[in-house]
């Protein structure tokens, strides 16, 4: 069993119809087990977030309904944010945040029996300080994550609602890290999420379920350097889950400590992490390295990811002034 009690790991679901009518796929927000601050913490309250005004803001493969899809989130990054022992402003804040985008996209490869998922998540957020209401910071957080599975005979692993919980779990998680530690400057220590049995952990673990996952969600860029020899892991899944803490690392302004150049991977789904981290660090390099990789890519939806990530000039949310990496480091004079 994995640790943490029965409430801790029940799962909040949130049902709609799947494309055939003939079943439901259900909406999980991702529980973390509550974190205590040996010192004074610093809590970030949720407000519910807001639903997008148009409909023409959710993209996916079945009918989603927008409101489930913004309570998950909330949950979700609530769960995240009170699991992480964050320290800062003892006052505390309150986030408000609307989904401006929410996408799901799957589809087979063209180089293996492989099929690949993909989430984006746009937020447009404030957030207040509790004890005068004032806002600190506004923005937008965007979290881009992936799932894969065999196109047959994959069981409930390779099911859109197994793909779904994962990505769900990581988005969620990415969004409110970034909030905490990139829009906030908090600290934090590391979330431990929690899952109902050994076998959902086995089926629902995200990317940043991982081994590496806590040092993806720290987003330090001094955190590189550990996983530098698990970019050239045999495994893919270990590839990936490396790439995903160089790209959690990395933000306007920040060091890239991943190497002078980037070889990209065989595997696409390394390759989504590859370019994810590029779109982060969203220096002129990274950004030139982006769109030489769009002439070259032959994954459509890689193909959608580098245009999105180009299109918005990077994904990257730059860190607050106090821990900005020196101009030697800003990503003009380091490569990519």
């Not at 032959?298 to 990811?305: D, I, T």
Request: glycine share 8%.
């Amino acid at each position: 069993m994995v640790p943490g009690t029965a409430a801790i790991a029940a799962f909040a679901g949130l049902a709609f119809a799947s494309a055939c009518g003939t079943g439901t796929l259900a909406l999980h927000a991702p529980e973390c087990a509550p974190a205590c601050a040996r010192t004074t913490p610093t809590e970030i309250d949720m407000d519910p977030i807001e639903t997008p005004a148009s409909s023409a803001a959710v993209v996916a493969p079945v009918p989603m309904d927008r409101q489930a899809i913004a309570d998950v989130l909330t949950g979700g990054m609530s769960s995240e944010l009170h699991g992480r022992a964050l320290q800062g402003e003892a006052a505390g804040y309150v986030a408000r945040c609307t989904v401006n985008r929410f996408a799901i996209r799957t589809h087979s490869l063209a180089t293996s029996s492989t099929s690949l998922t993909t989430m984006y998540v746009d937020l447009a957020c404030t957030a207040l300080r509790k004890q005068d209401r004032a806002p600190v910071w506004q923005g937008e957080l965007r979290a881009r994550t992936a799932s894969r599975s065999a196109v047959i005979f994959a069981g409930d692993d390779g099911s859109l609602q197994s793909r779904t919980d994962r990505m769900f779990g990581d988005a969620v998680r990415e969004l409110a890290s970034d909030l905490a530690v990139r829009a906030l400057g908090l600290g934090a220590s590391p979330s431990a999420r929690v899952f109902r049995d050994e076998a959902a952990a086995r089926i629902f673990s995200g990317i940043d379920d991982s081994p590496l996952g806590p040092a993806a969600l720290a987003e330090k860029p001094d955190g590189v350097a550990p996983v530098l020899p698990d970019l050239k892991d045999p495994d893919s899944t270990t590839r990936a889950s490396a790439w995903n803490v160089v790209a959690m690392a990395a933000g306007p302004g920040d060091p890239w400590d991943a190497g002078s150049s980037l070889s990209l991977d065989d595997d696409p789904f390394v390759r989504f992490f590859q370019y994810k981290a590029l779109a982060r660090l969203g220096s002129p390099g990274a950004m030139a390295q982006l769109r030489k990789a769009l002439g070259d890519e032959s994954e459509p939806q890689l193909r959608e990811l580098l245009s999105d990530a180009i299109g918005s000039g990077g994904t990257g949310l730059a860190r607050p002034p106090s821990t900005k990496a020196s101009a030697p480091t800003n990503g003009k004079t380091t490569s990519p």
